[in-house]
């Protein structure tokens, strides 16, 4: 369930949804990326029926998945999270818990705001270091020895070089969480120059029909803007 009104549904909905169905003392643990206010107003809800909530949302993209060692940023009391721990641990490789309900999904808006610039950094580069002539293998791997290096430079920088973007994750779905991420980054009155401009950028990506590619199809706004033919 990938956005803030599913997951309302899904939990909350007085016939159908979750809160229709489970017993008092029982634990809901949200691994969805949605606003972190609904969050808290979910919460609150089932805590008045005794209901612990624990929000969850992940990173570390479809190898993360596949091989559970995905990154887990929670939000909860630490009761619930104790309880939450264990189970999430067999897709996580890291579980941490911020602080309380909400937190979670502000971790996850920094890291969207965080892998934004990063992606649109690395797409920069490699198109401009192949376009003045370096070769871009030996770039990547010159650079990730240093400063520069980092998982989306080890993990995606082949699909920039070779202009093919298969998942890791949708170019649509970190456009829904950077929404989150503006929308809050609003709420809060902080600037965020670079996530706004990634969002731009994806906007136009998901209109000509890229929306299902991994993300890194940053670079491929980047490589047509320097002539560089698919």
Not at 10 to 21: C, Q, W
Not at 62 to 72: C, N, P, V
Not at 138 to 161: E, F, T
């Amino acid at each position: 369930v990938s956005d803030t009104t599913d997951v309302e549904q899904v939990l909350l909905d007085p016939e159908t949804g979750v809160i229709a169905s489970l017993k008092d003392g029982a634990l809901i643990i949200d691994c969805s990326s949605i606003a972190p206010e609904a969050t808290r107003r979910f919460a609150e809800q089932f805590r008045a029926k005794n209901i612990g909530y624990v929000d969850a949302p992940v990173s570390g993209g479809s190898e993360g998945a596949i091989k559970g060692t995905l990154t887990i940023m929670c939000g909860g009391t630490e009761d619930d999270f104790a309880r939450a721990e264990p189970v999430l641990q067999i897709i996580g490789a890291k579980v941490t818990r911020i602080g309380p309900v909400g937190c979670g999904q502000i971790a996850k808006v920094a890291n969207q705001v965080a892998i934004a610039g990063t992606f649109m950094a690395l797409a920069e580069a490699l198109t401009l270091a192949y376009r003045a002539g370096a070769n871009p293998e030996r770039v990547v791997d010159a650079i990730g020895g240093g400063v520069a290096g980092s998982w989306i430079l080890n993990n995606r920088s082949d699909k920039m070089l070779n202009d093919d973007y298969p998942l890791g994750f949708r170019t649509r779905l970190h456009r829904k969480d950077l929404g989150i991420a503006l929308d809050t980054a609003k709420q809060f009155r902080v600037p965020v120059p670079i996530a706004s401009l990634v969002a731009t950028i994806e906007d136009a990506l998901i209109a000509q029909g890229y929306g299902d590619e991994d993300m890194s199809n940053l670079a491929r706004f980047v490589r047509e803007g320097a002539g560089i033919p698919n």
